[in-house]
């Protein structure tokens, strides 16, 4: 399968401790993006990435969040104290960058937090 | 500040029916994508249709169809015939055009909640 891969899919934890979730994205793809959906919402946006650098994040994105990703290819989202506000299925997509292809977005499965 | 309206927040329907969710946005840019995805109970969201604001060409494709009317803002989709496979939450987003092309940055409505019942 070489679509985008989430891990872990499913964490349940007590507020205050800190979770890591990691994104694969499609290999090719040098644009990766993090998304936050709440039960009855619609993804909202977090960041991106093109390659390596993080090219803009969304006032959603609280100082005890971080995103990385070092060598342009995997990311990891941190998320630091959590809150029972965090609690979430986090998004990850990839694409082709803006001057290739439609910029169509390949999500993968999510990530699901559960703050107790 | 772009934004995206799904005024339906569930629709029941019998297979074999046809079904249209409608889309509303609202945009100051010029220029602009609209998307239709789809998210089944796994979660994952899968691409159906895009269009750049350019592009008012209402297609059909199998039994899916879009209606984008810039006039009124809107952006709706028709299932036509449908199927028990159909039922998901489907989202309309909008995204800036740089370029040429989307960026990825995009605005979801809502959703639309879709059952079919056999």
């Known amino acids: 399968d070489t679509g985008v891969s989430q891990d872990p899919r499913h964490k349940i934890t007590k507020r205050g401790q800190n979770v890591t979730f990691r994104c694969d994205p499609i290999s090719e793809h040098n644009r990766l993006y993090w998304y936050r959906q709440t039960l009855g919402q619609g993804p909202e946006f977090l960041t991106y990435?093109?390659?390596?650098?993080?090219?803009?994040k969304s006032r959603l994105l609280s100082d005890r969040f971080s995103a990385e990703r070092p060598k342009g290819s995997f990311s990891t989202l941190e998320i630091q104290r959590t809150e029972q506000g965090d609690s979430a299925m986090y998004l990850c997509?990839?694409?082709?960058?803006?001057?290739?292809?439609?910029?169509?977005?390949?999500f993968g499965e999510g990530s699901r937090l559960t703050v107790l | 500040a772009q934004k995206v309206t799904q005024a339906q927040t569930e629709i029941s329907v019998v297979e074999k029916e046809d079904v249209t969710l409608d889309c509303v946005y609202e945009t100051r840019d010029t220029t602009y994508y609209l998307f239709w995805y789809k998210q089944p109970p796994s979660g994952e969201l899968v691409f159906l249709i895009r269009?750049?604001?350019?592009?008012?060409q209402n297609e059909i494709s199998g039994r899916y169809s879009w209606n984008f009317q810039k006039s009124t803002s809107s952006f709706n989709f028709t299932i036509t015939a449908s199927q028990v496979v159909d039922s998901a939450v489907y989202f309309c987003?909008?995204?800036?055009?740089?370029?040429?092309?989307?960026?990825?940055?995009?605005?979801f409505g809502q959703g639309t909640i879709l059952t079919v019942h056999p």
């Open positions: 990435f093109q390659n390596e650098a993080q090219l803009e």
């Open positions: 987003a909008l995204s800036e055009e740089i370029g040429g092309t989307s960026y990825g940055k995009l605005t």
């Open positions: 997509a990839s694409s082709l960058s803006v001057s290739v292809g439609t910029g169509e977005l390949f």
């Open positions: 269009r750049n604001s350019f592009d008012e």
